[in-house]
């Protein structure tokens, strides 16, 4: 199989599972918050999930990476079933561990993240999901490593019903908050009791082998304040505007985050498909070349739904939710971009996971993070949630910015000029929607359009190419 087609049935198979996980859950963001007596409540669950994030990440240690990447450095079975099996009793110890810790400091953890120590049974809840979550990424991973897409289509499609089906019940009968993360946990366990069944012949006690760890550590122990910065990037916003402004305040962000992040479908499509590409490909000469050209087309894909989302969003709110999530809109362009940025710094970053030197993401990812802090400090507190949403994307803007600028020094990527143009056009544009507050449809839609036809007449010659291939394959059949 050729590359183009690996990378494609990658994104669209593994992505097409990612995005029904995604799906599904977006899809009841409206039904959830109408079962809810106030955004106060959503506000909580949504805080739960930070807690979750950031404990798994520590969990965790980069070692689901880390595996990956030593999983395809041999063709020899029994050598990649040692690497999977010392990876997942590593990661059971440091989540047992992980999770103790939170029930045992339960009440300060309460009162850093809901600003209120009462809250400490959400928090036991967050220590079981840890657990689980951060043993089922290990567990599931060999399904992945293996391509086996028709499992994961239907795991992914199986997680978010079975949670639901739980949440609705519990929100009926008025357990608002503990619906969500009870059920996140319900569905979290059956899914992981079926990966152990696919997969146990990947995972023995017996197999572990510390010297394997300690391999994996070397690229995994770099990668952990990557994740943790990723957390600050995702989440540090929520407590920042709980503190700041109230936990009825984080459920109308979150809400806003949640729709601006459909683009979590693009994002969600390009890393299920992303990373098995990357390392099939990592030793193949045109690396650079390859990893380029994904890269160029996945920015005009993020620049021009964004473009498109912005000019309908606050539509979009009005349609589906209540009064009280209205101003949530605003939010939702730059927190749209957000992910698709993320996107395209990890295809970047990718480049120095494959030369095995992660420190750089490290460096890279602190400044953007720190940038962040900073403007969540002087923006929430002047224009509300906007200024965190703002915060998010110019902290990803400085990241992928400064990641470009190393990988051309290094020349491991390389920037078209018609990327630049393209780039540029993008900025000018969504600068004139928000003058318009987003919301003259009139302006924002023909500006969209006209982006649209504009990469299209700059492309025009390889889209024209790609159709003559199309062509002359079918024709050849």
């Known amino acids: 199989m050729n590359r183009a087609k690996l990378f494609i049935k990658n994104f669209l198979v593994y992505g097409f599972g990612g995005i029904i996980s995604k799906l599904i859950p977006l899809i009841m963001v409206p039904i959830v918050t109408r079962m809810m007596p106030d955004s106060f409540y959503y506000g909580l669950s949504d805080l739960s999930n930070t807690i979750i994030s950031f404990f798994s990440a520590i969990a965790v240690m980069g070692m689901y990476?880390?595996?990956?990447?030593?999983?395809?450095?041999?063709?020899?079975d029994e050598y990649k079933k040692d690497v999977c099996s010392s990876a997942f009793l590593f990661t059971l110890?440091?989540?047992?561990?992980?999770?103790?810790?939170?029930?045992?400091?339960?009440?300060?953890?309460?009162?850093?993240?809901?600003?209120?120590?009462?809250?400490?049974?959400?928090?036991?809840?967050?220590?079981?999901s840890v657990l689980v979550g951060s043993t089922n990424s290990i567990i599931s991973a060999p399904t992945r490593m293996q391509n086996k897409s028709g499992i994961f289509l239907i795991t992914n499609t199986l997680s978010?019903?079975?949670s639901y089906s739980v949440a609705i019940p519990l929100l009926l009968n008025g357990f608002?908050?503990?619906a969500l993360p009870l059920s996140s946990i319900i569905s979290a366990v059956v899914l992981e009791t079926i990966f152990y069944v696919l997969n146990r012949k990947w995972f023995s006690i017996k197999r572990f082998n510390w010297n394997y760890v300690k391999a994996m550590l070397k690229i995994a122990v770099p990668l952990l304040p990557n994740f943790i910065i990723y957390w600050v990037f995702n989440s540090s916003d929520r407590i920042m505007i709980g503190n700041m402004l109230g936990n009825d305040q984080v459920g109308i962000y979150a809400v806003g985050a949640k729709f601006g992040q459909i683009s979590q479908l693009i994002y969600t499509a390009f890393a299920g498909g992303w990373q098995y590409f990357a390392f099939t490909v990592m030793r193949d000469k045109d690396n650079t070349q390859v990893v380029s050209k994904v890269f160029e087309i996945l920015a005009l894909i993020s620049f021009a739904t964004t473009l498109i989302g912005t000019s309908i969003c606050k539509w979009g709110i009005e349609l589906l939710f209540e009064e009280e999530y209205y101003s949530s809109y605003i939010t939702i362009p730059y927190l749209y971009l957000a992910p698709l940025l993320l996107m395209l710094f990890q295809i970047g970053t990718n480049q120095f996971l494959v030369i095995k030197k992660t420190w750089p993401n490290l460096l890279i990812l602190s400044i953007g993070a720190v940038s962040n802090i900073v403007l969540n400090l002087l923006l929430i507190p002047l224009i509300g949630i906007e200024g965190a949403s703002i915060a998010t994307l110019v902290g990803y803007c400085l990241s992928i910015l400064l990641c470009v600028i190393v990988l051309l020094k290094m020349k491991l990527i390389e920037i078209s000029w018609r990327l630049l143009i393209s780039i540029g056009l993008f900025v000018a544009l969504f600068v004139v929607m928000r003058i318009n507050a987003f919301t003259v449809y009139l302006i924002n839609i023909p500006l969209s359009i006209i982006?649209?036809?504009?990469?299209?007449?700059?492309?025009?010659?390889?889209?024209?190419?790609?159709?003559?291939?199309k062509k002359l394959n079918k024709d050849s059949s």
């Open 160 to 162: 978010p019903i079975i």
């Open 93 to 128: 110890i440091t989540s047992v561990f992980v999770s103790v810790l939170l029930v045992i400091i339960q009440e300060p953890i309460s009162q850093l993240f809901y600003s209120d120590p009462q809250y400490g049974n959400l928090v036991m809840l967050s220590a079981i």
């Open 65 to 76: 990476d880390a595996m990956y990447r030593m999983f395809f450095e041999k063709e020899d």
């Open 176 to 178: 608002y908050l503990i």
């Open 451 to 469: 982006y649209l036809l504009i990469i299209i007449a700059l492309y025009f010659r390889d889209i024209k190419k790609i159709f003559e291939k």
